[in-house]
């Protein structure tokens, strides 16, 4: 039995290290807590239920200076830096396909636009973009004071403000009309997917989905204001200082969401490419020889084959996403970082527990994402013979 | 960031003074961006109210205003420095209020009394801060001025939008750029501002102020020697202002004087300066190489400066004002 002592060696060592790791976290723990002490720094995380006193720009649940407390204000950061990193997310990776389908379209414009604008995008730095977005377009859009007026919307320097919906009381049926419909579209989806897998012949997805999707709450819609409760809008005014009222989209909300998307768009372009060369060519040939488009052979043979080199990467991308969306800090977006990091630091002089409680957000949103891509991958991936 | 603490300079536990001397110059805390209180030149020198008063306390110390070194401190950032001893004072237009005083750092002397303005357009005619009802407004994060606009417009029933920026170029960008219709922070601070527009006279300060900011050099909680040594610094100006006592004439007055109490501000009789750690002469060294309150505002703030900035609170109590030294006995 030769190799016995051996492991029992490296276990050994294993569990060496592992103490000492342990050691060395213990050790940096009581020397902070014990340093603080003594530089009169309370820790702890009582001053989360203070009141916060200060004002943020865009909130997406009730808040007010007078009665909300630093939690609160937490959870409004949180809550912005998901709602630009989600929405970038989305709006990268169709962009990214896209782009990324077009550097190997066969048309030379489509091929040269699309090559043109990752190596534009993606040799930039984001900082200088975001700063393009916000204050170069900004600048060029009208005054506040002279608005563009759009059909109940406003556009100026100070954003955009659209007519809002009021979701109220039986309203609600709308929206859930809408999710109704997504869910619709989405079932209608497998079973063609599954009748084409049985031999059958294939249906038409998209346009019965899009009428799912449109028709539904469209349906709804109109069903309650013929019945006597129409859904309330509140339309924006003209106020004294600019337009008020209504659903407004900050300028350094647009600023963020566009170039956070545009930026990691050209990435995700430059992996979808590799992802796509990297089916055997064979493949693509096959389908044009059974009669396939290009669109078809993409869609059912390239892409989903595809798909399995590409998802790994492309989790890093939505990784940087969520961690880019910090740079809200320089163009004044109420980001987790900006409110909390900045502004509740600054005023409870907690550092400590506060970038604590940022670094674990960061982590359990970064981990949770890539558990999220890594099971999708497994799903996703065919199964190899 | 467990580890940060680890790594503390040795003066957090011995004397701040002990350390100064040890080291041989003073570290001091300040702003970097705001006209008239710290802002270094073409050249690279250090200018302004906050800036010369960490010279003064040079001065008295190693009778050289120039043994200092002057680190710009972010408003977020502040308060560890100083706590971390990174910094041996902190000198950086900081508003003395008791949560900081008693969470964060003592604060000897207040060297600037100021109040919170709006920066606004004149094309607006606006005269007063009510009627900034409905505007949007931009200001710096992490300030007492984020508190003090949320208080005064919800206790008058108005409404306001607001925007916030880490720094203040971003804030004055923004607000330059139309953005907002208003920039609020402390009025001296807007003085410094508006000129960095790129058209200062088409923007007014309006003349209300809706807080009271005074602003004092903060020093390290425990160390009360040090905080002797800070708040005596300024007084040694104000009385030095208050007796007449000039960078320009101070050397004629140590030798002529017959006043008791130029005498004993100048060191001539009495040993007061050893009560700080001090020699006999530390206030002596002070207006010789700094000047009085007097001499430090005109020449960092005054009507001969570009900021034009009137003493109003800040004159001597004898002129109306509130600055009061305590009698150097």
Known sequence: ?385 | MAILPAILPAQAQDGTLAGVKARGHLVCGVSGGVAGFSMPDGQGRWHGLDVDFCRALAAAIFDDPEKVRFIPQSSAARFTALQSGEIDVLARNTTWTLSRDTAAMNFPAITFFDGQGFLVRKSLAITQVKQLDRATICLQQGTTTELNTADWFRTRGLTYQVVTFANSEQTLGAYESGRCDAYSTDKSSLYGERLKTAHPDEHVILDEAISKEPFAPGVRQGDDAWRDLVAWTHYAMLDAEEAGITQANVEQLRKETLSPDVKRILGVEGKYGQGLGLTGDWAYRIVHHVGNYGDVFARNLGDATPLKIPRGLNALWTNGGLQYGPPIR
């Open chain 1, 1 to 385: 039995m030769p190799r016995r002592p051996f492991r029992l060696r490296a276990l050994a060592l294993q569990a060496l290290v592992a103490l000492a790791l342990a050691a060395l976290v213990y050790f940096a723990a009581t020397n902070a807590s014990e340093k603080l002490a003594r530089q009169g720094i309370t820790a702890g995380f009582g001053f989360l239920s203070r009141a916060a006193g200060f004002d943020i720009s865009q909130r997406l649940i009730p808040y007010a200076a007078a009665t909300s407390t630093y939690l609160d204000a937490f959870v409004v950061g949180l809550l912005n830096t998901l709602l630009v990193s989600a929405l970038a997310i989305v709006l990268a990776s169709v962009l990214g396909f896209a782009v990324g389908i077009a550097r190997l379209s066969p048309n030379w414009l489509a091929r040269t636009l699309a090559a043109a604008y990752v190596e534009t995008l993606r040799n930039l730095p984001l900082l200088l973009q975001l700063l393009v977005w916000y204050v170069a377009v900004r600048v060029a859009l009208p005054e506040a004071r002279d608005p563009a007026a759009w059909g109940g919307a406003y556009l100026s320097q100070r954003g955009l403000v659209l007519p809002r919906p009021e979701f109220f009381g039986i309203a609600w049926l709308v929206p859930l009309a809408f999710l109704g419909g997504l869910l619709g579209a989405f079932a209608w989806g497998r079973r063609a997917a599954r009748r084409v897998e049985a031999g059958g012949r294939p249906r038409p997805v998209f346009w019965p989905g899009l009428a799912l999707v449109l028709g539904l709450p469209a349906l709804a819609w109109i069903g309650l204001a013929s019945s006597g409760h129409p859904v309330a809008i509140a339309w924006p005014a003209p106020g004294p200082y600019g337009p008020e009222g209504g659903l407004g989209v900050l300028p350094e909300f647009a600023a963020l969401l566009l170039g956070l998307s545009t930026y990691t768009a050209a990435f995700i372009a430059e992996i979808v490419r590799a992802g796509l060369n990297s089916v055997a060519r064979g493949q693509g040939e096959a389908a044009a020889a059974l009669g396939l488009g290009r669109a078809k052979t993409l869609a059912l043979v390239t892409i989903p084959q595809a798909m399995r080199v590409i998802v790994p990467p492309l989790t890093s991308q939505y990784l940087n996403i969520t961690k880019n969306s910090s740079l809200a800090v320089l163009i004044g977006y109420p980001d987790l970082v900006h409110v909390f990091m900045g502004t509740v630091l600054n005023q409870t002089n907690q550092a400590v527990e506060v970038v604590a409680i940022t670094m674990a957000v960061y982590l359990t949103l970064s981990l949770g994402l890539a558990a999220l891509m890594n099971g999708y991958n497994r799903r996703a991936a065919p199964v190899s013979r």
